[in-house]
């Protein structure tokens, strides 16, 4: 969908549209969500409570696909993507010591977000925690790109495929340090 078709879309149906889309593709929707408000069609207190609801309830359907969805994988599927028992542990280790960090690490690199959301359900994070700290990091996220649509105004339209650009590049450079780490031989203790 173009940004022309999206603003018709919003102009003519308003908070109706904005908030499933929001849902399917929160930044790009965000900053479409800004202009629309420098429009005048939103007021700004209004869009963003929509962005970042949408942003969360998305958020939260991934985070179920993880913890129930991958449940009825085969278990032979699961184990050629390395998610066997010992794996699923330490997953469960790290998101019950750092899930709050990297929850908010993978909403500030976007990029990483859904495998992160997806993990933090299959580690079985407790749910309130998990929608707590993607909270804490998809307001200022939200707010980054509605202030972005709304300063920047129709040039803010054009940044969508600078932003999805953007999320590829951090996703390829994230995707590089993990398999370095992974790989990286390590001293027996």
Known sequence: MTYDALIAAVTSHGTVILLPLAILEGPIVTVLAGYAARLGIFQVPVA???????????????????????????????????????????????????????????????????????????ARMPFLPFLWYNLLGTLPKSAVF????????EAATHLGPTIAEGSLIMLAVLLVAGLVWWFWPRKAP
């Open 48 to 122: 963003f409570a929509i962005v970042v609801l949408g942003d969360l309830v998305g958020d939260s359907v991934l985070y179920m696909l993880g913890r129930s969805g991958l449940r009825r994988i085969p278990v032979r599927w699961l184990a050629r993507l390395g998610l066997d028992p010992d794996r699923e542990a330490t997953l469960s280790s790290h998101f019950a010591e750092k899930g709050g960090r990297t929850l908010i690490l993978g909403k500030i690199t976007h990029s990483a977000g859904a495998p992160i959301l997806v993990a933090a359900g299959l």
């Open 146 to 153: 509605l202030a972005l649509g709304y300063v920047l105004g």
